[in-house]
């Protein structure tokens, strides 16, 4: 990590993941071997991170919600009511948080999302996401130009009526 962060900031990186996020001390920790003018996205994937959420938002610049890796440990049915929790939570501490995993799952093989998908998406706007986050729909999927433009129309109608 300290190789790839000092290889980052050569190239001129300004913004790195913090993966597996579980306290502020790891913020703390990352900040001393970046430059003042980097900024930090913690991303948010184990319980610790979740139960020290306040001091990281605290701390952070912004956030990050992988929602797969989250659903490793918090039981698939909860995860739901943690991605609001979250939202919330950045909310009340004005810090920009950006969700990831499963946003287009079904557009991996297919051309079409599913509702569902579509719903899931529009919804995770409304609580207050200021950004989505495509891994495996445009990195491996058949279809990411697709995905990209699936998420640009719902985010134009999410945005026309929700000014």
Do not use: W
């Amino acid at each position: 990590d300290i190789s790839a962060i000092k290889i980052g900031e050569k190239m001129g990186i300004k913004d790195f993941a913090l993966s597996f996020a579980h306290r502020e001390s790891d913020l703390h920790e990352m900040r001393t071997l970046m430059s003042k003018d980097c900024k930090i996205i913690s991303k948010i994937e184990c319980k610790n991170g979740g139960n020290n959420l306040d001091s990281i938002l605290e701390v952070t610049d912004s956030i990050l919600i992988d929602r797969g890796d989250l659903s490793r440990v918090v039981p698939m049915k909860k995860i739901p009511f943690a991605q609001k929790y979250i939202l919330q939570k950045k909310t009340e501490y004005g810090v920009p948080a950006y969700v990831a995993t499963n946003l287009l799952e079904n557009m991996i093989f297919a051309p079409e999302p599913t509702r569902a998908e579509v719903n899931d998406i529009y919804n995770t706007l409304i609580d207050g996401a200021n950004g989505l986050v495509l891994a495996a729909e445009t990195a491996i999927g058949n279809y990411p130009l697709e995905c990209i433009n699936m998420i640009s129309k719902v985010a134009k109608v999410y945005k026309k009526n929700h000014k």
